[in-house]
């Protein structure tokens, strides 16, 4: 008997549940000490300029395929008919999961395909964004529809794995019940030995389809998660790109193009602050509410120290993409104009950007000196 060769792929994915803010009132001057966390250098030119693994959604590689059923004759007893109908039942639950299996490999490609096109017309888009561009550049606006496009496959791909999931889980569960009939009919009389033995050679081979079709489903349900995150992910990026483009330029490393808003000065490489910060912003979801908490927090120092003078640090995990590093650089350009619609000096701001092994997601700190 042939034995199911599984390849289970390892990927690691971190789901927070929960972001926030938090404000230290005992931070507002602390010592500056140095930083354990590796400073970030900001280079010029496309971040794009080649694509990772990481910068695809890290879906699951096995290809599931079913043992061969083995044939066996009719012993015309009652046990021997229910065999046989057993037998017929195995050998279509594992058509289906063949089929199941084509499915998912079929939208796996749709996945990886769209996310490569999307990346590569954002890196078009940033390279253009970089050295500067028209306000509002129609020809930009065009491409980042091309990306939204790309991003509304792969919500659609994820429409079709949680459908995929649900017919799957039905074929779980009826060979859960296929396994639960071969047993019982070892109870029924009127059985002679040959109906027995082909008895157990079904049970073996429904126990292996249904480790296999589990198995299935368990990393269909991954593939699910993880797409959610990436696409959740890449659709508020394309709204910060949206806005870079409504200037003409990207993120914090150009000024824009226009003078109706407050541009913040570029990131420094020097070392970032250390100790507690005043204030932690964590982007581990959309739509984070971190407004109320910075606007007390800045308050407070300046009630404390009018002339302090603020850093705002741009953190991304140590191991993380290219987006990741984009997205805490966007969110702390947006804090920086948040400050200073609070009535706080531009001059008054420095901005920094690093990675630290302790973080598990974008986020951006804010020390006073």
């Not at 459908?163 to 071969?182: E, F, G, K, N, P």
């Not at 913040?264 to 581990?284: E, I, T």
């Given at each position: 008997m042939k034995k199911i060769a599984i390849r289970l792929s390892l990927f690691s994915c971190s789901l927070l549940l929960m972001s926030g803010c938090t404000f230290s009132s005992d931070a507002l001057f602390p010592s500056l000490l140095g930083s354990d966390s590796q400073e970030e250098s900001v280079k010029d030119g496309s971040?794009?300029?080649s694509l990772k693994k990481d910068d695809v959604p890290q879906l699951g590689s096995t290809n599931f395929e079913p043992i061969e059923v083995k044939s066996g004759s009719n012993t015309g007893t009652f046990v021997g008919q229910k065999v046989v109908t057993f037998r017929n039942e195995l050998a279509q639950l594992q058509t289906a999961i063949r089929n199941h299996n084509e499915e998912l490999q079929k939208i796996r490609g749709s996945v990886i395909n769209n996310a490569l096109q999307y990346h590569k017309t954002i890196g078009t888009i940033e390279a253009k964004l970089q050295v500067g561009t028209t306000p509002g550049n129609p020809q930009m606006y065009a491409m980042l529809q091309n990306a939204q496009s790309n991003i509304q496959v792969m919500n659609n791909n994820t429409n079709s794995l949680s459908?995929?999931?649900?017919?799957?889980?039905?074929?779980?569960?009826?060979?859960?019940?296929?396994?639960?009939?071969?047993k019982a009919a070892y109870t029924v009389s009127g059985a002679v030995d040959e109906d027995h033995r082909q008895l157990r050679i079904l049970e073996n081979e429904t126990n292996q389809t249904s480790i296999l079709i589990n198995s299935l489903l368990s990393e269909i349900n991954a593939d699910t998660a993880r797409q959610k995150q990436y696409i959740d992910t890449a659709s508020n990026y394309i709204a910060d790109l949206s806005n870079a483009i409504k200037v003409g330029s990207y993120g914090v490393n150009n000024s824009p193009l226009v003078s109706s808003s407050v541009?913040?000065?570029?990131?420094?490489?020097?070392?970032?602050?250390?100790?507690?910060?005043?204030?932690?912003?964590?982007?581990?979801?959309?739509?984070?509410?971190?407004?109320?908490?910075?606007?007390?927090?800045?308050?407070?120092?300046?009630q404390k120290k009018p002339g302090v003078m603020f850093e705002v640090v741009a953190v991304n995990p140590t191991n993380g993409t290219q987006l990741a590093k984009s997205n805490a650089r966007n969110h702390a350009s947006d804090i920086f104009q948040e400050m200073v619609s609070m009535g706080v000096g531009a001059d008054k701001i420095a901005l920094t950007a690093r990675s630290s092994a302790e973080a598990t997601s974008s986020e951006v700190q804010i020390y006073v000196k």
């Open positions: 971040i794009y300029s459908q995929l999931s649900s017919r799957v889980a039905s074929d779980a569960a009826m060979t859960t019940y296929l396994l639960d009939s071969i541009a913040p000065a570029f990131y420094r490489q020097d070392a970032a602050a250390s100790g507690k910060p005043l204030f932690v912003a964590k982007f581990n979801k959309s739509n984070v509410n971190y407004k109320d908490g910075l606007k007390r927090a800045v308050s407070s120092a300046l």
